[in-house]
């Protein structure tokens, strides 16, 4: 699940 | 990491360098927009909640206090700096960012990727970033001259903007499913916006004259 994840940019 | 990413955030970095620079060594903020500044503050105070929570890079979260300090201090500078606020083009910043903050915060409500707490601050933020530039181009226009120091901030400021979007193609073409599409939508409307200030960029470059937004 894509939405779950951290966001890695700024 | 890709290079378009890196290349990204570093003149976004160097934008509020410019900006800090321009202020420090001018104790001036004419030209700037506080509104502007202050949305700026609140983009990367809702976006990085994560910043104890959720642990991607020790660069990524340098850069998360660089910013949230950088945008702070320079609002503060603004507002409370004895010399520097005493330059500060109260009247030709007018534009209303109130509704657009709670525009923004109506669509994050409504469009996020999750309805959680950090998500729905996340897709806030990223949708006020979107606009937040908005209060500076309006007092640019109004102003009419715009100095180097100035010109050069939006300019950096675009050229941020502009290297993420290369950064996502890169990403789609070399990732198995990135689908960011709520950065990725609000990402093409915020470039947009710098179109206009790039091309009459280009044209005061070209010419080497004075950069003026028409009226």
Not at chain 2, 69 to 92: E, F, G, N, T
């Amino acid at each position: 699940d894509k939405a779950s994840e951290v966001h890695d940019e700024l | 990491m890709n290079i378009f990413r890196f290349a990204g955030d570093m003149t976004h970095l160097i934008s509020i360098l410019i900006l800090l620079l321009k202020i420090y060594a001018t104790k001036s903020c004419a030209g700037i927009s506080l509104k502007t500044q202050e949305l700026y503050a609140l983009v990367f105070l809702t976006r990085y909640l994560d910043l104890f929570t959720d642990y991607v890079s020790l660069y990524n979260t340098v850069m998360k206090i660089v910013f949230i300090a950088s945008s702070l201090a320079i609002v503060w500078c603004m507002r409370r700096h004895p010399l520097v606020r005493r330059s500060y083009d109260k009247d030709l910043d007018t534009f209303r960012h109130q509704y657009v903050v709670l525009a923004c915060f109506v669509l994050a409500l409504l469009l996020n990727e999750k309805f959680t707490i950090q998500e729905v601050f996340w897709a806030f933020s990223i949708y006020l970033e979107a606009v937040a530039i908005l209060p500076q181009l309006v007092l640019l226009q109004r102003s009419g001259n715009v100095d180097n120091l100035t010109g050069q901030y939006v300019l950096f400021l675009g050229a941020y903007r502009g290297l993420y979007i290369i950064n996502w193609i890169y990403r789609y073409f070399t990732e198995d499913h990135f689908t960011r599409w709520i950065a990725c939508v609000s990402g093409l409307v915020q470039t947009g916006l710098y179109a206009d200030f790039f091309y009459y960029y280009y044209l005061s470059w070209k010419t080497n004259t004075k950069l003026k937004l028409p009226a």
